[in-house]
């Protein structure tokens, strides 16, 4: 009720006792018996009684009116005041009703929810959760309403660009007068970046782990100055000690050392600890087993400021030992295929582009009652059992649609299995580009009894709701009843006070210090959280500026300085400080605000402090854990990598990488398929392959070709594996590359050596049938010949006589010849064939050739021979100035007669033996300024195409040569006198035609 309504029902009372004295006046006046006048005065006498009480009471109601005023102005100023507070919070602050409903919210709420204040009202907290999490809120809310206390957890909340949110949650009960729980007060805290850090720390210390546990040996820490060694886990792999077993100094190590190699060992590093930053040798030492092992150690030596060796970080591979890592690595694959194989859910490999199923799951004939083979073979048997509802085929169109343009799905539709009825399925494709081949990785889960459920909490969110419109109802029909306008306003002083309550609640139970400054600086409030801070209660501030508390020099300088630039500018302050408490050094973070009052002038300043300390010491232990990481991968010679899993982004490359790869590690950051690109050409395809099956998750040690920017090639042994996250899904790939390009270079000089001992063998066989071939015909005609004249002699006459003579001289000169050329051949390959120049006159050397192969040409056949000098012909009866001319140009240079006599003697008996009788054998001489040419031309059979390529091969003789004798070593033999002179030889063939053969050899 109003002031004015108080107003006008005073006016009413006295109206209304006027009224009762004129009542009273008439009835005095009027004719009735003096019993009925009596009656009449006394009700009249009550009734105005009972007027005055009433106006008594309305004075009282008037002065309870007015304390009540000042009142509700004391709560609203109080209530302002605390709003402050709570509007500039850093943390956000959230008021809900027992069903999750926000009802108030402050800056940072707005700022994290990413809405206004007034957009948040009204609406469930639960939407901002991340949707995978909503389930276990609305959980958590339920348990709320059955406990007491503040309740803490953690979830994570939807953020402006989909990444989600992690916040910590602080939660209280707002309870009835009666101990009824009317909604919840919410403390909300950004731990994003905290369990940002925390992920990287362990990461560090994985990708610490994973480092030491890839090397096939031990990595050790040796300090020089007290003599201690700390070796890791792998002592025992490499000599079988376990780590109690091993006493942590040098000479307990060097005991096991070969007795040869122990002083080398002992002068390598001793050496390098005077003279070098690293060391390196390779030596022997002895197991637990008295087995001797070849080891590979290397140290970075690490010196103090002075130039002292102070520490030694280095490593011991065990060389012999990787055959071993090879098996543990398949073996690894394999059980990573059976885990993957019992999944719950059915996991599968599809390729549009083939409309291809690569690979499926074990889980296909669980899930379905399908087999693999069968859906293998069919795959649209799969379609075909999707239900026939619009939903179900809704859901199926949409992820055909979503692959016929390359993107990724998520739906869900009933299925009609072969063994369990109809279910419900998800099935989610992810599109991903393998090097231009678009692939989708899948799974399909059954989610029928998630459907259920779901369904189930609907009906029952329905009911729910149906329950809370006719309660609203019922309270609005109350509320029109409520006319006692005195009722209300003390339900306004209670959520006033109740307010009130709450924000000090807030304040009082917040883990941050909170204080409220004055312009000199004095405190006009601090929350009980500096106790545990300083040791000192609350009111101890209260009034006093920080330099009458004492605080240290460097600290009030920065506060002082905050405060002051507060109050001048209006701006708000944050800043950190270190402080030294009961629980050692804490590091802290403060945030200024200024409190305007309604006319804009600065009256306060709002102090908001938090610890910071975790958040320190965080980045501290991230940063010397990458320091180690990177000590150890930048000391030994093989490249650690590692990647995301679809190669997408080189999230780390060791320094050994620029000296294998002879490219620096920033290139391969900045483009990551530059590492494919520095393969082979020939081993690129496979590289690609192997990648796809790293992607998958198995282990992989392959070997390929690298080709440097120098154009070098190296060999490199590249061995990959998984890394898995906290649910089993692989998010990192990390390897070791090594170059085995030494390796593989003595494997080529083996293969070099066995393929020259094949061709020698090869070699030997055809010797040996020529040979005996060809000595078997002039042997047979040496001996017919002797028998012929051993009997019949006397008989024969003289001409005949002479005639088997001739032809047992002809047999005796061609196997000569044969014996010659053999001998000759051998001479050549073993690399003792004599090269002796001396002066020649060409032109009577090749004129006498000629007369001594001519007697062997067949009948009717003729060798004709020209000579020529600088392009002008000049025939056998040219003139003296041109013979001399040419002899000048000959006479430049230096010929080994022998040499020529087996090239051009060779080529030109050739020339006779396979041209037909009445040919003629053209042999041109010709002398340049710095070279001569012969050219030998014939009308023989020719060379086919197919021999042309082995026609100066030991032995080799064309295919069309027939009955015709020979060896197949004259065109050898001329190969290798030509290379003595420094000479080159070419041909062109026609079979049934004849060949042209073209020597030339330098004047210089």
Same mark, same amino acid.
């Given at each position: 009720m109003t002031r004015l309504n108080l107003d006008d029902f005073a006016k009413q009372i006295q109206d209304w006792c006027q009224r009762l004295a004129q009542l009273q006046q008439l009835t005095g006046e009027s004719p009735s018996t003096p019993q009925q006048q009596e009656i009449i005065l006394t009700a009249v006498e009550g009734l105005s009684t009972a007027f005055?009480?009433?106006?008594?009471?309305?004075?009282?109601?008037?002065?309870?009116?007015?304390?009540?005023?000042?009142?509700?102005?004391?709560?609203?100023?109080?209530?302002?005041?605390?709003?402050? +507070?709570?509007?500039?919070?850093?943390?956000?602050y959230l008021v809900t009703d027992v069903n999750g409903v926000i009802q108030e919210a402050n800056r940072a709420a707005a700022t994290r929810l990413n809405h206004s204040q007034q957009f948040l009202v009204g609406k469930p907290l639960a939407c901002y959760v991340v949707k995978e999490e909503r389930r276990a809120f609305r959980n958590q809310l339920n348990q709320l309403r059955q406990v007491e206390g503040v309740q803490e957890w953690e979830v994570s909340l939807r953020s402006p660009d989909q990444t989600p949110l992690i916040t910590a949650l602080r939660v209280g009960t707002i309870q009835s007068p009666e101990g009824q729980p009317m909604g919840f007060r919410w403390l909300m805290r950004d731990i994003t970046e905290h369990k940002r850090i925390e992920l990287e720390l362990r990461q560090a210390h994985e990708r610490l782990h994973l480092a030491a546990n890839a090397l096939d040996g031990i990595i050790y820490d040796w300090n020089v100055e007290n003599g201690t060694v700390d070796r890791t886990q792998g002592l025992v792999e490499v000599l079988g000690y376990r780590p109690e077993e091993a006493q942590p100094t040098l000479d307990w190590w060097t005991q096991f050392i070969h007795p040869d190699d122990r002083q080398p060992v002992r002068q390598v590093i001793s050496n390098a600890l005077a003279n070098s930053s690293a060391f390196d040798t390779e030596y022997r030492i002895r197991d637990k087993n008295y087995q001797y092992l070849h080891i590979w150690d290397r140290g970075q030596i690490i010196r103090n400021a002075s130039g002292r060796a102070v520490r030694v970080v280095g490593s011991t591979l065990n060389i012999s030992g990787r055959k071993q890592a090879e098996e543990q690595a398949q073996q690894s694959a394999a059980e990573i295929r059976q885990i993957f194989n019992m999944l719950p859910s059915l996991v599968w490999k599809f390729c549009p582009t083939r409309f291809q199923f690569v690979y499926i799951s074990d889980m296909m004939a669980e899930l379905s009652g399908i087999s693999r083979e069968a859906f293998l073979e069919n795959?649209?048997?799969?379609?075909?059992?999707?239900?026939?509802?619009?939903?179900?085929?809704?859901?199926?169109?949409?992820?055909?649609?979503?692959?016929?343009?390359?993107?990724?799905? %998520?739906v869900i539709y009933r299925f009609h299995t072969l063994h369990r009825g109809v279910r419900w399925f998800e099935v989610i494709g992810r599109a991903v580009d393998e090097e231009g081949v678009l692939y989708y990785y899948g799974s399909t889960t059954d989610i029928t009894e998630c459907k259920q459920a779901e369904e189930s909490l609907h009906r029952l969110n329905q009911e729910l709701e149906n329950r809370v419109k006719e309660r609203t109802s019922e309270l609005e029909q109350l509320n029109h009843q409520l006319l006692a306008e005195i009722a209300e306003r003390m339900s306004v002083e209670a959520a006033l006070h109740q307010r009130e309550q709450e924000y000090r609640a807030l304040v009082e139970h917040a883990p941050d210090i909170i204080e409220r400054f004055d312009p000199q600086g004095r405190h006009l409030y601090?929350?009980?959280?500096?106790?545990?801070?300083?040791?000192?209660?609350?009111?101890?501030?209260?009034?006093?500026?920080?330099?009458?508390?004492?605080?240290?020099?460097?600290?009030?300088?920065?506060?002082?300085?905050? +405060?002051?630039?507060?109050?001048?500018?209006?701006?708000?302050?944050?800043?950190?400080?270190?402080?030294?408490?009961?629980?050692?050094?804490?590091?802290?973070?403060? %945030?200024?605000?200024?409190?305007?009052?309604?006319?804009?002038? @600065?009256?306060?300043?709002? #102090?908001?402090?938090?610890?910071?300390?975790?958040?320190?010491?965080?980045?501290?232990?991230?940063?010397?854990?990458?320091?180690?990481?990177?000590?150890?991968?930048?000391?030994?010679?093989?490249?650690?990598?590692?990647?995301?899993?679809?190669?997408?982004?080189?999230?780390?490359? /060791?320094?050994?990488?620029?000296?294998?790869?002879?490219? /620096?590690?920033?290139?391969?950051?900045?483009?990551?398929?530059?590492?494919?690109?520095?393969?082979?050409?020939?081993?690129?395809?496979?590289?690609?392959?192997?990648?796809?099956?790293? /992607?998958?998750?198995?282990?992989?040690?392959?070997?390929?070709?690298?080709?440097?920017?120098?154009?070098?090639?190296?060999?490199?042994?590249?061995?990959?594996?998984?890394?898995?996250?906290?649910q089993g899904q692989v998010y990192r790939i990390a390897g070791i590359a090594e170059d085995i390009t030494c390796r593989k270079q003595a494997e080529?000089?083996?293969?070099?050596?066995?393929?020259?001992?094949?061709?020698?063998?090869?070699?030997?066989?055809?010797?040996?049938?020529?040979?005996?071939?060809?000595?078997?015909?002039? @042997?047979?005609?040496?001996?017919? /010949?002797?028998?012929?004249?051993?009997?019949?002699?006397? %008989? @024969?006459?003289?001409?005949?006589?002479?005639?088997?003579?001739?032809?047992?001289?002809?047999?005796?000169?061609?196997?000569?010849?044969?014996?010659?050329?053999?001998?000759?051949?051998?001479?050549?390959?073993? #690399?003792?064939?004599?090269?002796?120049?001396?002066?020649?006159? @060409?032109?009577?050397?090749?004129?006498?050739?000629?007369?001594?192969?001519q007697p062997t040409a067949k009948e009717q056949q003729v060798i004709h021979f020209t000579y020529r000098s600088d392009g002008t012909i000049a025939g056998q009866d040219s003139d003296e100035i041109k013979?001399?001319? *040419?002899?000048?140009?000959? #006479?430049?240079?230096?010929?080994?007669?022998?040499?020529?006599?087996?090239?051009?003697?060779?080529?030109?008996?050739?020339?006779?033996?396979?041209?037909?009788?009445?040919?003629?054998?053209? *042999?041109d001489l010709t002398a340049k300024n710095d070279r001569v040419i012969f050219q030998i031309q014939d009308q023989g059979i020719g060379i086919p195409p197919a021999d042309q390529s082995r026609l100066f091969e030991a032995f080799h003789r064309a295919n069309n040569v027939g009955t015709i004798q020979g060896t197949g070593l004259g065109l050898a033999i001329v190969k290798q006198c030509l290379d003595l002179h420094r000479g080159e030889i070419t041909f062109t063939s026609e079979v049934g035609k004849g060949t042209r053969f073209i020597i030339t050899l330098p004047l210089s």
């Open positions: 005055e009480e009433l106006q008594v009471a309305n004075e009282e109601l008037y002065q309870q009116h007015e304390k009540l005023l000042m009142t509700q102005q004391a709560l609203i100023a109080e209530r302002q005041r605390y709003q402050q +507070l709570f509007e500039f919070a850093p943390d956000a795959p649209q048997i799969w379609d075909d059992r999707v239900d026939l509802g619009n939903e179900s085929q809704e859901a199926l169109r949409i992820s055909w649609e979503a692959i016929r343009k390359g993107e990724s799905y %998520r601090v929350n009980p959280a500096i106790e545990s801070v300083t040791g000192k209660p609350p009111n101890e501030f209260i009034g006093k500026t920080n330099r009458e508390l004492g605080i240290s020099e460097p600290n009030l300088a920065i506060w002082e300085q905050a +405060l002051s630039r507060v109050f001048q500018t209006g701006e708000e302050q944050q800043f950190e400080f270190s402080l030294v408490t009961a629980q050692g050094l804490k590091y802290y973070q403060t %945030r200024l605000v200024p409190e305007m009052e309604t006319d804009g002038n @600065l009256i306060s300043v709002l #102090g908001m402090t938090r610890d910071i300390t975790d958040h320190k010491l965080a980045i501290e232990a991230l940063r010397e854990s990458e320091d180690g990481f990177r000590q150890l991968t930048e000391n030994i010679n093989e490249v650690f990598w590692m990647v995301t899993p679809d190669f997408s982004e080189r999230l780390y490359i /060791s320094p050994a990488y620029e000296q294998i790869w002879g490219r /620096s590690c920033q290139s391969l950051y900045d483009q990551s398929n530059s590492w494919s690109e520095a393969v082979h050409s020939e081993d690129r395809e496979f590289l690609i392959g192997k990648q796809e099956q790293e /992607s998958r998750g198995e282990v992989t040690d392959v070997e390929y070709r690298i080709v440097r920017p120098d154009g070098s090639m190296r060999w490199i042994r590249d061995r990959a594996f998984p890394i898995y996250d906290a080529l000089e083996s293969y070099k050596v066995l393929q020259r001992e094949r061709e020698l063998s090869m070699l030997k066989s055809s010797f040996v049938a020529m040979t005996s071939h060809e000595f078997r015909t002039p @042997l047979t005609a040496i001996s017919s /010949s002797t028998d012929l004249l051993e009997r019949y002699r006397n %008989r @024969l006459s003289e001409e005949k006589q002479q005639a088997h003579l001739h032809r047992i001289k002809s047999a005796v000169l061609r196997m000569t010849q044969m014996l010659n050329d053999i001998l000759l051949m051998s001479e050549a390959e073993a #690399g003792k064939l004599q090269f002796n120049p001396a002066p020649l006159n @060409l032109v009577q050397f090749c004129r006498h050739l000629v007369e001594d192969v013979q001399k001319r *040419f002899d000048f140009l000959s #006479g430049l240079a230096l010929w080994d007669e022998k040499l020529l006599r087996q090239i051009l003697g060779n080529l030109l008996s050739n020339a006779l033996k396979y041209s037909p009788e009445g040919g003629t054998v053209q *042999f």
